[in-house]
């Protein structure tokens, strides 16, 4: 485990200023931020409608936001009804959910709008007889899906796949290009992001830079990470936390055991991974573990990869990567 003085998180191209005639490179808005994917296209075709189709889909399926998804309707117990992209997304959340021991759970939802975190613009007062009912609701294991069926134990179950969906999103994009046989590309949701072959423009692999977690609000890289055929997603508290009346931060990652906002001494985590689904999913919950238990997990897992950024005990700012090294 190498041990540096540095900060990490978000992407950063690097190219020359030399461009490509089959380089493809969109952008656009999708699921509450933006999106940039870079492609090297042989036929120069561009693939912005089937891109824009693919994100509507999921859009459809997962959004808390859109009042008319299944993900909504279920939530609301007015529909059971899950489609493949939902189905693929809970699967994969309980994989997480049985690895963290309940660490990673998408029931949390409720709780994460109770503290004005999510979806919901919660206007009445967080007490602690107001979470421990919620708390009534949470647990991964109380729902199943049973032909396209999505089955409660407990009607007032609440899911938000917000700390998976979008990696999920990045990856039903690759697929499709790999569908297309793109050979070289570059996939980016609001910092999460999946790599294949090599940037075309460099004629070498895909490097991205890892973002300073800065409380100020300003935006520097002090490293760069090299992503070969894989996926990389961030979970960082540095933007969206509480403080407390002893000055304390709290993160954004709510304690599935507790049901209070997590005090870690984990400002960022990157994690990378084949798929970036995962990628996702194990950041939110290595942030949500911290360093120590998190460094167990990893150690029994050495095909996931992590860069830590923590706050030690003197205050001072320190990163730890674990199964990993940096370019």
Not at 41 to 60: G, H, M, R, T, W
Not at 136 to 141: E, K, N, Q, S
Not at 294 to 318: S, V
Request: some cysteine; hydrophobic content about 35%; aromatic content about 12%.
């Amino acid at each position: 485990m190498k041990r540096l003085f540095f900060f990490a998180i978000f992407l950063v191209l690097m190219f020359s200023c030399k461009e490509e005639s089959n380089l493809i490179k969109l952008t656009g808005p999708v699921f509450g931020t933006s999106y940039s994917i870079i492609y090297d296209s042989e036929a120069n075709k561009n693939y912005q409608p089937q891109f824009d189709s693919l994100f509507y889909v999921i859009n459809k399926s997962m959004s808390n936001y859109q009042t008319n998804s299944y993900i909504s309707k279920i939530n609301r117990n007015e529909s059971k009804q899950v489609d493949t992209h939902f189905e693929t997304v809970f699967n994969a959340s309980k994989k997480i959910y049985k690895e963290t021991e309940g660490v990673f759970d998408p029931t949390i939802g409720k709780l994460v709008n109770a503290w004005n975190f999510g979806s919901e613009n919660n206007k009445t007062k967080t007490d602690s007889l107001k979470i421990d009912s919620l708390m009534t609701y949470v647990g991964l294991d109380k729902l199943s899906i049973v032909n396209k069926q999505l089955i409660k134990k407990r009607p007032n179950s609440y899911i938000d796949f917000n700390a998976i969906a979008k990696g999920y999103g990045i990856d039903v994009i690759a697929k499709f290009l790999d569908r297309k046989k793109v050979n070289n590309y570059l996939i980016e949701i609001g910092g999460e992001i999946r790599a294949k072959g090599i940037n075309p423009v460099k004629k070498d692999s895909w490097r991205v830079g890892l973002q300073d977690p800065n409380f100020d609000g300003t935006t520097s890289y002090s490293k760069t990470v090299v992503l070969n055929n894989a996926s990389m997603a961030t979970s960082g508290t540095y933007r969206k936390f509480k403080v407390d009346e002893k000055g304390q931060r709290y993160a954004h990652i709510i304690n599935t055991k507790t049901g209070y906002p997590t005090k870690t001494s984990v400002l960022s985590v990157s994690v990378i991974t084949k798929d970036c689904m995962f990628s996702d999913g194990y950041a939110t919950a290595f942030q949500a573990m911290g360093i120590e238990k998190a460094t167990l997990f990893l150690n029994r897992n050495p095909e996931i990869k992590a860069y830590f950024i923590i706050e030690n005990a003197k205050k001072g700012l320190e990163m730890i990567t674990i199964n990993c090294f940096f370019d």
